[in-house]
């Protein structure tokens, strides 16, 4: 009977230490900018590792920082109490407590006796800029300026569905400060690239932009290969091909279909093709595919089983094209489809199980 190892293939978290496909090129250019004075605009569809990437780069700084995702916050004094309590975990309330009294709207506390952490909440959403102005005030006056907080903001594009008015503000209050690194991460990357790159924007040229690829066939190809061998000696590099080409090498995917295969392998031996590990995948989220497929549209139903099969969106005659690309935008806004070299399915078994209809 084959001795089970561990999967050295992880998905569906952050992904770190030796789970981490190397970034050979980004890491230090990341390094580089939050290491300035600078801040980091971050754009990539879903589930290319941004959140991965920036987790190991700011670690690497051996900085103070806090990660919040916007979209956990459902207005400006939602997301001031998310920054504020993170901001609670790397400074002690004794040592900020002061910084209160300058507060225009006070913030209630609660102390909790199990875990002997305070945490704040605001009792007021009419005024959640003012709220959010003190709280991002307030981490800056209290980090030090010789080892300066790290702020991330992921999926910062929802700030746009704030108050109007939110962007201003938070630009107007975040130029001003010299403590702090700035990380904007978004995968919404027209709604990112207007706020970023549209001189009209109140961030126009706000920090350094940078746009997170795929991770190279090779680098990827040597990294799923390496990892394989112990498991499946010379055929490593044969079943690490044909993963990148069913995963259409977008790291989430690639590493769920790796630590899919891995586990099959372990059970069945040389039986197992990397052809049923993504057949195991699709079954078991096959509910998920048919419940988002009766939701679409004709329309987006006839352009991803276009994008499935290859063939050109031009070639469409059921609609008016100028039907079919509404389509097709609608379905990159919600992020069913992403645009690299032409349009390509997020999830790339999705692709595979719209083929097999």
């Known amino acids: ?8 293939f992880k998905f569906g978290s952050v992904v770190d230490g030796e789970y981490f496909t190397d970034r050979n090129d980004e890491l230090p250019q990341v390094k580089q900018i939050i290491s300035s004075r600078n801040h980091l605009i971050l754009i990539s569809p879903r589930r290319y590792g941004k959140t991965s990437l920036i987790r190991k780069a700011v670690k690497e700084t051996n900085r103070p920082s806090i990660f ?3 979209q956990a916050a459902t207005y400006a004094a939602d997301l001031a109490r998310l920054l504020l309590n993170r901001f609670f975990d790397i400074h002690p309330w004794e040592r900020i407590k002061d910084g209160f009294k ?3 709207v006070s913030p209630a506390f609660t102390y909790n006796p199990n875990t002997n952490e305070m945490e704040a909440s605001f009792k007021t959403a009419k005024e959640g800029g003012i709220v959010l102005e ?6 800056n006056e209290k980090s030090d300026p010789d080892n300066r907080l790290i702020i991330i903001l992921d999926e ?12 201003k503000l938070l630009r107007a209050v975040m130029q001003m400060h010299q403590n702090v690194n700035y990380i904007f991460l978004g995968s919404e990357e027209s709604m990112m690239r207007t706020m970023f790159e549209d001189i009209k924007s109140p961030f126009f040229h706000f920090g350094s932009l940078m746009h997170l690829s795929r991770i190279p066939y090779d680098d990827f190809c040597r990294f799923l290969s390496e990892r394989l061998t112990p498991l499946c000696g010379s055929r490593s590099e044969e079943f690490a091909h044909q993963i990148l080409d069913l995963s259409k090498c977008q790291p989430f995917y690639t590493q769920q279909l790796a630590a899919g295969f891995w ?5 069945i031996g040389e039986k197992a093709t990397v052809q049923s590990a993504v ?6 989220v096959s509910p998920s595919y048919s419940f988002v497929w009766t939701k679409l549209s004709m329309p987006q139903r006839i352009a991803l089983q276009y994008i499935a099969r290859g063939d050109k969106l031009q070639d469409i005659d059921a609609f008016p094209l100028s039907t079919v690309y509404s389509a097709v935008g609608r379905l990159k806004k919600d992020g069913l489809i992403v645009r690299e070299e ?6 790339p078994f999705f692709g595979l199980w719209i083929r097999a209809l």
């Open 68 to 70: 919040v995702n916007v």
């Open 279 to 284: 057949e195991a995948i699709i079954r078991s």
């Open 1 to 8: 009977m084959m001795q089970h190892m561990g999967n050295p």
């Open 342 to 347: 032409d349009y390509e399915f997020e999830d």
């Open 156 to 167: 910062f594009q929802e700030i746009a569905n704030y108050a109007p008015g939110t962007d």
């Open 134 to 139: 003190d709280v991002l005030n307030l981490m």
């Open 102 to 104: 300058r507060f225009r």
């Open 263 to 267: 586990d099959l392998y372990e059970r």
